[in-house]
C-alpha cells in the first residue's frame, strides 16, 4: 500500500517536472518562463520528496526528505522573485504582447 | 519557418520521450525495478531540455532562471537516486545542493540587479 502510493506520488512529481522545463523552453520571455517553470519544478520536486517520505516512514531518510522538501518550499519563491526583481530592474523588456505592466509605473515615483 | 521549428522540435521531444517511456532499460540502470531506472532517465531528460535554455538564453536572467530550475531538479534526482541504490547519504546531497543553489541564485539576482551586496 505504501509503496504504490509512494510510485503515484514520484510519477506526479516526474510530470510536472517534465511540463515546467517544456514551459521553460516554450515560453516567450523571461517572466512568462518563471510563471511556468518555478511552480510546476516546485511542486515536483516536492512531489518526489513526499513520495520518499511515503515509502520510508518516519526513519532518518523520510525526516530528512521532508526537511527538504520544507526547505524548497521555502525558498523556491523567495529566489523566482529575486530573480524576477532583478532581471526588471536589469533592463529586461517584457514581451511584446503584455497587456499590463504596473512595476515600471511603481519605479518611475 | 516558425511552424517547421516547431513541429521538429515536437517531434524530437515526443521521440525522446517514448524511447525512454518503452524502450528495455540499460542493465546498468536496473537497482531494484524497472521504474525508479525509467524515472532517473526521465529526470535526465528534463535536466538536458534545461541545459537547451542555458546554452540559447537571449539574456543573462534567462540563464540564470534555467540553473535555477536545473538545481531543483537535481534534489528529485538525488532522492530518486536514494530510493533506488538503497543509500541512504544521496538526500544528503539533495539538501546540500538545495542550501547552496539558493545562495547562489540569490548572489546571482543581486548581481543582475547592479546594486551592492550589502543592501
Not at chain 2, 538526500?91 to 547562489?104: N, R
Request: aromatic content about 14%; some cysteine.
Amino acid at each position: 500500500m505504501n509503496e504504490t502510493l509512494g510510485y503515484i506520488l514520484i510519477v506526479i512529481g516526474l510530470v510536472f517536472n517534465f511540463f515546467g522545463c517544456i514551459g521553460l523552453i516554450r515560453f516567450p520571455d523571461i517572466y512568462s518562463r518563471l510563471q511556468a517553470s518555478a511552480k510546476c519544478v516546485t511542486l515536483g520536486t516536492c512531489g518526489i520528496l513526499f513520495g520518499l517520505f511515503i515509502f520510508k516512514g518516519f526513519t532518518a531518510v523520510g525526516v530528512k526528505a521532508l526537511l527538504c522538501m520544507l526547505f524548497i518550499i521555502l525558498t523556491a519563491p523567495v529566489s523566482a522573485h529575486a530573480l524576477a526583481r532583478g532581471a526588471y530592474r536589469s533592463g529586461v523588456k517584457p514581451w511584446e504582447g503584455t497587456i499590463i505592466d504596473e512595476y515600471s509605473e511603481d519605479i518611475k515615483k | 519557418m516558425k511552424r517547421m521549428r516547431y513541429i521538429l522540435g515536437l517531434t524530437a521531444i515526443l521521440f525522446i520521450a517514448s524511447a525512454i517511456l518503452f524502450l528495455p532499460v540499460p542493465s546498468a540502470l536496473k537497482w531494484q525495478s524497472e521504474f525508479l531506472g525509467r524515472a532517473l532517465l526521465w529526470l535526465l531528460f528534463a535536466a538536458f531540455l534545461c541545459l537547451y535554455r542555458v546554452l540559447r538564453g537571449p539574456t543573462a536572467p534567462d540563464r540564470a532562471v534555467a540553473i535555477d530550475m536545473l538545481g531543483i531538479l537535481i534534489v528529485g534526482f538525488c532522492a530518486i537516486l536514494s530510493i533506488a541504490t538503497g543509500r541512504d547519504w544521496y538526500i544528503d546531497i539533495g539538501i546540500a545542493w538545495a542550501l547552496q543553489s539558493f545562495i547562489g541564485i540569490m548572489a546571482l539576482s543581486k548581481y543582475l540587479e547592479g546594486k551592492d551586496f550589502d543592501e
